[in-house]
């Protein structure tokens, strides 16, 4: 069978601080201590007694306590955070997810990355009451009551976001504080109980439709009081302080003081010992010390192991599951567990004033002026250990021992005590240990060599007992990250300096070597093998800082391959730290884990080269180590950002299963050791216990113990700024309702540039939660952003927009936002509906117009022509006509004259008068006829421009004469007698000319 060796190399950099060398800054110390189990939230408060205020906290869910160490890991959140004040006195998780934090400076709301602050104010009449708030309670209706330091009650709405008061001041003369309400639950009966500080039990009925109508005015809520006096027995000779209320399923109450316990009928207005016997077993706060509550009785507890008390605390679920602190120190306890006050399971810096835990199972405390303790839950997922030391390698033998490197000296590990041993695992090993390797018998073979930098290379065998056996020694030197791989064939590959790759046969015990310098040149001696890997029929290689190299033993042959930027299918990162062939198919896959390039997975047969970036979910670029689960297409990864578990659908994926992969990010939030994990520290045991070692110790797993979180989150759009501005809530703001509960906005055309920002309630560790986000009506698909909360949008278009976002906390599914938000633009007057009605009767007007005005051209047109061939027709009979005339003229014209002329010669000869003047008469009116015949002809010349002016003197009389003779025959026909005369002859011709 061929075996071939594909191994990576790596050239030191300059820098002294490359992960894992040895220098002052390698080892992360620092005290450690698991912390709290995981503890599922309960939906009802019951009240507890602090300290002097006595101040309710709230168990949600409590279930079980787990141990912790006396110094619990914790992380700070105060004022620096956006708190808006460090005295907390309350804790409280609603029903939608939010974390309310009540203090002595207002009211916050906390969503895992930003705090809202709730507080007093003058101008607003549905603001806080006051900012100091002792006590907070949901009930069942969704409505939180915030208790007061003197101004009673403020009940919120939060589907309004309004406060409304309800004032409990039944006794006018005593101090404010007084009136201090720190404990409320909900009776069975939907009342509201309280107890007032100096005052005593407040029951505060709330009216039908209370709810569904909205909170009306205070009036509407009627308190009715029971004074604390009558809690008190008649041989109590100091004040009966009240410490916690129990609510019963018949509607009665169990009130608990510091000295008995009493059942009240609040209908009935009755207050009774309680009759015994009774179940109950619960914690209760008294002054300077803690109270049993059991059976019915009230135990004051005895705290001298303590010291001095300088403050208690307690609270308690209906099951009896309770919180118990005392100064600092705080207890988790189960129904019926008795602490041991000696030794608490939890230690924080400040004293404590209110503890919760909230559905994720994080544990929040507050402090006395010093904000709040947020400790993440412990599953038991990941068993961490050897705190306080930096791991650089790590084994487990088949008899289930294990074994931890520190720099260069192996220790045994006790997973009971989670510690390394003081001694060395192995006396008689080598000065420096670099690798270890285990063999199918149990025995144990050791990589070492001197003291000396760079020394010779050791080899040593030793029994699973840790006897040594054998020892040998090879010809070159060897470094710190120098690996040793048993093959398949029970054969032991070894690295060195220079570019030497050693074979070590143990029943011969000789070796046999191997060069590789020629593929680097000049620079082979700065060349260090990072990581060894075998396949199972092909053989082995290893990786450097300038690619990727493949040795065949059979053929001595050495092949390089490098990053390309011109091959699409080179390695992203030329540095390799981890190599891991496919357990599915070993000689045909190998995944590679890069310092810088993320995951490949290089196909052995046909040289693709598949990617896994943070882009695609990776937490990291830098993957350390890489080992496979238990089912098939699973594979653990250790980076500088925690584990990652990558489930892909198939052994053998397709590009589309590739596609497909879902990656599980795992924090110190899920109880890693850090989220900074080392070169070469993973390791895979035979039971297929999984092995990773970081900065602050290691983690040990079985991949199939390890179930993600899917557990759905809400999911709210916490903030949102228009024109970059932020969007308040108010009765003259732009929002008419608190953001959380809007479903639709109405913007002018001018306000179309939004950001939103959005939040998934998972307190465990916000910055793993992963968002996606889609605004229907812009965008096609989600588009995810990570761990970004905010999506912005700028210069959109009027139009109905809505806003969708998903969260998830990287384990589990995505869980969308209940409260899509639809935004809707107008657009500017002269594009609204309206104007565009206008604007279509407008262009039809136009357009009718402008067939009018056509039609109206063509009637024009049409006319003109018309008139044109009228005109032209005309013109042609006229011009007929004038030729008609001037040819009947000159027929007329040539008789006249041929008639004129023998008139005239006959006119001399005719002496008769009659006759004479008859001729002359007909010779007269012939040479009219001729003058007319001639203006018929100027006529005809005068159309045709021919005709020039011709003066001549004439006279007037005659030409009146001429007229007046040519009537005289009709006058005397008709027996008229005319007569004429003229006396200037002259003026008579003008006048005939005229005429």
Known sequence: ??????????????????????????????????????????????????????????????????????????????????????????????????????????????????????????????????????????????????????????????????????????????????????????????????????????????????????????????????????????????????????PQSDGSLQVYTNRSAYRVEAEQGTVEPLALPVVDDFWAGLPFGLAHCRNGTVAPQELPALGKVNWAMATSDADGSSWVSVNNKLWGLKPGDIPDFSTPKGVVDQDLSAAMPDRNGNVWVGTQGYGLRKFKPQKQFFNTGATGNSIWGLWRDIRGKYYCKVVSTVFAYDPLSKTLSAQHAFPQGPDRVLDMSMAPNGDIWLLGRDNEENGMGTLQHYSPDA????????????????????????????????????????????????????????????????????????????????????????????????????????????????????????????????????????????????????????????????????????????????????????????????????????????????????????????????????????????????????????????????????????????????????????????????????????????????????????????VETGSRRFAHFNHLAAGRYTFRVQGNNGEGGWWEAANPITVVIHPPWWRSNLAYLFYFALLVWVGWRAYQFQIRRVKEREQLAFEHRETERVKAMEQMKTDFFSNVTHEFRTPLTLMLEPLRRALPKITNSEAHENVRLAEANSRKLLGLVNQLLDMAKLESSQMALDLRRGDLGQTLRDVFERFLPLAEKRGVKLNFRSEDSGTFEKLKNLI
Request: aromatic share 14%; hydrophobic share 40%.
């Open 467 to 782: 006897t040594l056996l054998q020892t040998f020694q090879f010809t070159f030197k060897s470094y710190v990250y120098a690996r040793l791989l048993r093959s398949h064939n029970g054969q032991y590959w070894i690295t060195g300096m220079d570019c030497q790759l050693a074979r070590f046969n143990p029943a011969s015990g000789q070796f046999d070597y191997f060069s590789y310098a020629s593929l680097f040149g000049e620079t082979a001696q700065t060349v260090r093998a990072l990581a060894l890997a075998e396949d199972e029929t092909v053989g082995s290689g290893s990786a450097h800082r300038k690619g990727w190299c493949i040795f065949n033993p059979q053929s001595f042959d050495f092949q390089l391959m490098q990053v390309d930027l011109k091959a699409p299918n080179s390695l992203s990162h030329n540095v390799v730290l981890c190599l891991l062939p496919d357990p599915a198919d070993p000689q045909g896959a190998l995944w590679i884990g890069t310092k810088g390039g993320g995951i490949n997975r290089l196909d052995l047969k046909n040289g693709q080269v598949r990617y896994l970036m943070p882009a695609d979910g990776l937490p990291d670029k830098v993957v350390y180590g890489i080992l496979p689960g238990r089912e098939a297409g699973e594979f653990w990864c250790s980076t500088n950002r925690g584990l990652a578990k990558i489930s892909l659908p198939s052994a053998l994926p397709s590009d589309e299963d590739w596609k497909k992969a879902a990656i599980t990010t795992y924090t110190t939030a899920k109880n890693l050791q850090d989220n900074e994990f080392n070169t070469q520290a993973f390791f895979k045991a035979s039971n297929g216990e999984l092995l990773f070692g970081g900065v602050n110790g290691l983690n040990r797993f079985f991949p199939e113990a390890v179930h993600p979180d899917t557990f759905p989150r809400p999911v709210f759009i916490v903030g949102l700024e228009v024109n970059h501005a932020p969007a308040t809530f108010g009765p003259n703001e732009l929002l008419q309702k608190p953001l959380e509960y809007l479903d639709e906005l109405h913007l002018r055309y001018y306000q179309n540039n939004l950001s939103f920002e959005f939040a998934a309630l998972d307190f465990t560790d916000p910055a793993q939660n992963r968002y996606r986000y889609r605004l229907l009506g812009l965008d096609p698909d989600w």
């Open 1 to 246: 069978m061929l075996t071939a060796i594909s191994f990576w190399i790596f050239q030191p950099p300059e820098c002294s601080h490359f992960r894992g060398c040895f220098c002052k800054n390698a080892i992360k110390t620092g005290p450690y201590c698991p912390i709290f189990g995981y503890l599922p939230a309960l939906n009802k408060r019951l009240t507890l007694l602090p300290c002097f205020r006595f101040w309710p906290l709230v168990v949600l869910f409590l279930v079980q306590t787990r141990i912790w160490s006396q110094s619990a890991v914790f992380e700070k959140i105060t004022s620096e955070n956006g708190l808006s004040q460090g005295m907390i006195f309350d804790i409280l998780q609603t029903r939608d997810g939010f974390l309310w934090v009540a203090t002595k400076d207002g009211l916050n709301r906390y969503d895992g990355y930003n705090f809202k602050l709730y507080s007093h104010n003058p101008l607003d009449s549905f603001s806080l009451a006051e900012d100091n708030v002792p006590a907070l309670f949901e009930d069942s209706r969704r409505l939180l009551w915030v208790g007061l330091e003197s101004k009673g009650i403020d009940v919120y709405d939060p589907r309004t976001g309004l406060f409304h008061r309800c004032h409990l001041n039944f006794e006018h003369n005593q101090k404010p504080a007084d009136f201090d309400v720190y404990a409320i639950c909900e009776a069975a009966d939907g009342a509201i109980c309280l107890i007032q500080k100096a005052t005593g039990m407040v029951r505060v009925t709330v009216p039908e439709g209370y709810l569904t109508q909205g909170p009306g005015p205070a009036g509407a809520l009627k308190a009715a009081l029971f004074p604390a006096s009558r809690f008190a027995a008649p041989t109590d000779q100091e004040d009966v302080i009240l410490t916690a209320i129990r």
